[in-house]
């Protein structure tokens, strides 16, 4: 029977030792697991050896092996602290105010507070072993359920409106997920400035939406799926290439979304397809460039969006809800656009580049709808570049808990993420 693995503050005995030295012991446990956590968030899993670990946190190769026995722990330990986290801080906000709407912005407040260190990203659970997965898996659903519990009293109490209280806990876990992201992807989005504009941006957004009023809520006039490829030519060689390769990163795209990119081999892209990992090859050099294709891909999908969502809308506030709503439906359906995860800074520096060029002109872009909508008097005052960024939060998170029958309706999904950017979670 195997055994429950140990958590750090389990790994030594410690009784006996004086308090002096035990706690110095903890605080350089905790340091050395925030230090690896920014370096996963930020390089991913597998280009972030040991060595670099212990020279970010000042400990000498032994001195590390002392606390942990090698990587894929190290990675459990990070996760585990994250969800730790969560859940004194969901745990803390039941305490601490008594209605529903009180309890969600108590949790956000304190898991938004700018002094906290780094969060690990839960997007590679699948990396791990069993065990360690499914104590990961477990206490993260916990966490998810809670805040969900959370909702539901809201709408019990009257202090929320109704709403589906599970899209809406996904869509703040996303939000509080993208916030730890955003600061690698985005250009000047670092510091606690930063944080603080995060957290009060999101506690805002949650009690009084960004629209004015439930009738700005307007049926989406897109459908993602008329952004799927087209019609080929089977008979033509290079039609039939193109094909194939499309559906090659569509499909790597949806493992990287659900899984993580650390998490999802090769083997996994071609057992998928129905094909042979040598079909893989012979379309892509290696697992680095068929990561690099699917954003690529990812950022011509997402361009076409706000293009579209310029055309259809007619206020701001209509433009960038619907591409909200577009962004939604991509990442339900079978599109979904490769989101960006941890570990870009293992990406090569031209491409690495260019992406994070992309993602600013697309937040560029999605403050510009929101200006337009306060300028027009559809949408409320707001931090506008903060706002921008939540809301690939919400949709990005998407594939990591729903189900293959969530993936039937999302036009179901964008209409409560548009509903929860319009009017919040407050009872009107």
Known sequence: MSQIPKTFSERSDTAGEPAGRTRKR??????LLAQATQLFNLRGIAATSLRDIAAEAGLTRAALYYYVDDRAELVFQCYMRACDQTAEDLAIASETAGDGLGQVLAFVE????????????????????SPHRELVEAANRRNAAHLEAMIELGIRDGG???CDAKIAAQSIIG???WAQLSPYWVLGAKGRSFRARTGAALLDLLKNGIGRGARNIQPCPIDAQSFLPGRFNAFDRREAAEMKTAQLVMTA???????GIEATSLDDVSAALGATK???YHYMQDKTDLVVRCYERAFDLFEAFVQAAKTQGATGFERSMIGVHVNTQAQVGELSPLMPQPGLDALPAMHRQAFVRRANRLRTQFSAFTRQGIADGSCRPCDVPIVAQLGAGAFGWLPKWITPDDARDPRRFGDEIVALFTLGLKAS
């Open 26 to 31: 903890g605080l350089k446990r905790e340091a």
């Open 110 to 129: 304190r898991a938004a507070a700018p002094d906290r260190p780094p969060a690990a990203v839960l997007s590679e659970i699948g990396y791990l072993a």
């Open 278 to 280: 040598g079909v893989v």
């Open 253 to 259: 795209s949806q493992l990287f979304n659900r899984n």
């Open 175 to 177: 939000m509080l997920s």
């Open 160 to 162: 929320i409106r109704l």
